[in-house]
């Protein structure tokens, strides 16, 4: 299953591109040309978003290295504890949602000093693997629009993320007892 | 809203690293991070250009037509005021990339469904509902197979790296429809 798996995520960008440009020679397309046109708006868009994604970088090093995550780390942790959630994991939980890298950095450092197949360990993973950066997605996706007012969407990822994070360490819990 | 986190992040980073005494390593961590970004952008561009110009022959070739055609009975659900085919065909291309582990050229086909979407919205400052669910559909979207975490897995000697891929995946799931559910909760509240 897993091999399976693993085959089809490894056949998607090959798979995606020989079916674009299969098909659009087949329907007689000038393939190059709308490439280079398509390529030409791509590119707009990626120095569109450099400001916004420079505005996240450094709000969140400024947490960050400021020391201030520790402080918030602190402060849940007794809170998550009550939800069942070991407090080992309140730093990834308040890293996931801002950095991506920072925090599978984090499941590394973690994988490693409790042990790979560990309890900790595990359900580190499972948070990484199924959790999403939800602030810094909201800050770049929304950057590229002229909207101002982001309504319920920042609602939204975080009852996601937190009903994710608490689903992570119980539906691991079931799965290791069965 | 994104004024004030935003400003919050960086003045409490401020009077903690003063307080702290580490304004030094702050100021230091500070350039490197816009630097950090700057490099992000630059990787992101290439994919974002190829994914782009793919996309476009895609859509002269009428290959994004017949895809949406496929797929609307699907969406609809989630999105029952999206019309445009090219922008559904966008949006599930950012799904799938996502699920493949296409980590960046998801975020791009994200990003371009978002312009559109804000083409439809007629560039209001208000985010429109199809740009909620979107929002929230694609932040829980989740890798099949988290390739990084099962290398990081098997690095540190697990002996069974793959072992989380179903939590993950229930897990992802579970917090998805929470996502939906409040995106679908706030469009009710709206139409009353």
């Known amino acids: 299953m897993t091999n399976l798996l693993g085959a089809a995520s490894l056949c998607f960008i090959p798979g995606m591109?020989?079916?674009i440009i299969a098909h659009g020679l087949w329907k007689k397309v000038a393939v190059y040309d709308?490439?280079?046109e398509g390529?030409?708006?791509g590119i707009k868009t990626a120095a569109e978003i450099l400001p916004f994604i420079i505005a996240i970088f450094i709000g969140i090093e400024a947490m960050v290295s400021s020391g201030a995550m520790g402080y918030l780390e602190d402060l849940i942790g007794p809170v998550l504890e009550k939800l069942g959630i070991p407090r080992e994991l309140t730093s990834l939980i308040l890293l996931r949602p801002v950095?991506?890298?920072?925090?599978l950095a984090l499941v590394e450092r973690m994988v490693t000093t409790y042990g790979a197949d560990s309890f900790l360990g595990n359900v580190a993973s499972v948070m990484a693997g199924s959790c999403e950066t939800v602030f810094y997605v909201i800050a770049v996706y929304f950057g590229a629009t002229a909207v101002k007012k982001i309504r319920h969407s920042l609602?939204?990822?975080?009852?996601?993320?937190g009903t994710g994070v608490i689903a992570s360490v119980w539906l691991y819990r079931i799965w290791e007892w069965h | 809203m994104m004024n004030y986190i935003w400003g919050g992040m960086l003045l409490i980073g401020i009077v903690f690293a003063a307080y702290r005494g580490v304004l030094g390593a702050f100021s230091e961590g500070?350039?490197?991070?816009?630097?950090?970004g700057v490099f992000f952008v630059i990787g992101l561009t290439g994919i974002m250009a190829v994914w782009s110009g793919l996309m476009n022959i895609a859509k002269d070739s009428g290959l994004i037509d017949s895809f949406a055609r496929l797929v609307r009975p699907a969406m609809k659900y989630l999105f029952p005021n999206e019309r445009n085919r090219e922008t559904i065909a966008t949006m599930l291309m950012s799904f799938s990339a996502n699920i493949f582990g296409a980590g960046n050229s998801a975020t791009?086909?994200?990003?371009?469904s978002m312009v559109m979407l804000d083409?439809?919205?007629g560039h209001s400052p208000i985010a429109s509902d199809t740009m909620c669910m979107f929002m929230a559909v694609n932040m829980s979207m989740i890798q099949i197979v988290p390739v990084t975490i099962i290398k990081i897995r098997s690095d540190a000697g697990s002996t069974n790296p793959g072992s989380i891929i179903i939590p993950s995946i229930l897990a992802g799931l579970v917090s998805m429809v929470a996502s939906i559910w409040v995106c679908k909760y706030y469009e009710r509240k709206r139409r009353k």
């Open chain 1, 34 to 36: 709308s490439f280079i």
């Open chain 1, 155 to 161: 609602l939204a990822g975080l009852v996601g993320y």
């Open chain 2, 108 to 112: 791009v086909f994200a990003i371009q």
């Open chain 1, 39 to 41: 390529a030409k708006t």
């Open chain 1, 17 to 19: 591109i020989t079916i």
């Open chain 2, 30 to 36: 500070l350039m490197n991070s816009c630097t950090e």
């Open chain 2, 119 to 121: 083409e439809e919205n």
């Open chain 1, 99 to 103: 950095s991506g890298s920072g925090s």
